[in-house]
């Protein structure tokens, strides 16, 4: 089965430094049916100033994954931690017992990015930070596993989840397999899955079945987060 929420019906929050538009309640925004899917606890689609962003604050026992669309973000935490990622590009974040990071776009451009929020299986592990980059080209036949709680990919976290992602061209048909249970979000273009279209900020719930078939409309970037029910 697959649930459709289109950009456009999106909590969205206007900070002047920060546009964003939440898939799950964050925030002042709060609606019952959409407290979590699985342990995916927040996808947050913002769009940070150039010049500006998140200054120093807390986290405890959330795996934190920002994946950049445009531009770049500059990270830092109290483990000494700091890097830059661009766009196309991974960072991950297993808050633990407690970190304290800033996240700050440098660039002279506004950055786009998706923040992801997963709710771990180990609670109160040391805190930890990474990042890695990946091929910016096209993919063949499948979408590459950026994220997963063992060593099959290249950054991990603390849970049986796994995050793909890749640019499909037009006209494109990729197969896709489900573990658990699957939320798909269009970051550019568009794509039908199993013959429901989905535009650019889209995002889609995809349950009760083992795989789907992804269709590029056109030129199109995506992001598939395959979680549990439950922790």
Do not use: C
């Amino acid at each position: 089965m697959i649930t459709k929420y289109p950009f456009e019906k999106l909590s969205q929050a206007n900070h002047g430094w920060l546009q964003a538009r939440h898939h799950f309640n964050f925030g002042s925004y709060f609606d019952p049916q959409r407290a979590q899917f699985g342990v995916l606890r927040v996808i947050n689609d913002d769009i940070i100033q150039a010049g500006t962003g998140f200054a120093p604050h807390p986290h405890d026992n959330m795996e934190i994954i920002t994946y950049v669309r445009s531009g770049a973000i500059t990270h830092k935490d109290s483990q000494g931690n700091t890097g830059r990622t661009v766009a196309g590009d991974v960072q991950v974040m297993s808050a633990g017992t407690g970190i304290r990071h800033s996240e700050y776009n440098r660039e002279t451009v506004d950055t786009s990015l998706y923040q992801i929020w997963i709710e771990p299986n180990r609670r109160q592990v040391e805190p930890r930070w990474d990042a890695a980059k990946f091929p910016k080209q096209p993919v063949d036949d499948a979408l590459q596993l950026l994220v997963a709680g063992d060593d099959s990919a290249p950054l991990q976290i603390h849970q049986d989840a796994y995050i793909y992602a890749g640019r499909l061209d037009a006209g494109k048909k990729i197969h896709h397999a489900i573990h658990h249970q699957a939320y798909l979000l269009v970051s550019s273009g568009s794509v039908s899955v199993d013959g429901q279209r989905l535009s650019r900020g889209d995002g889609a719930e995809i349950t009760e079945q083992a795989s789907f078939e992804i269709e590029a409309n056109e030129p199109a970037e995506l992001l598939v987060i395959d979680v549990p029910t439950n922790p």
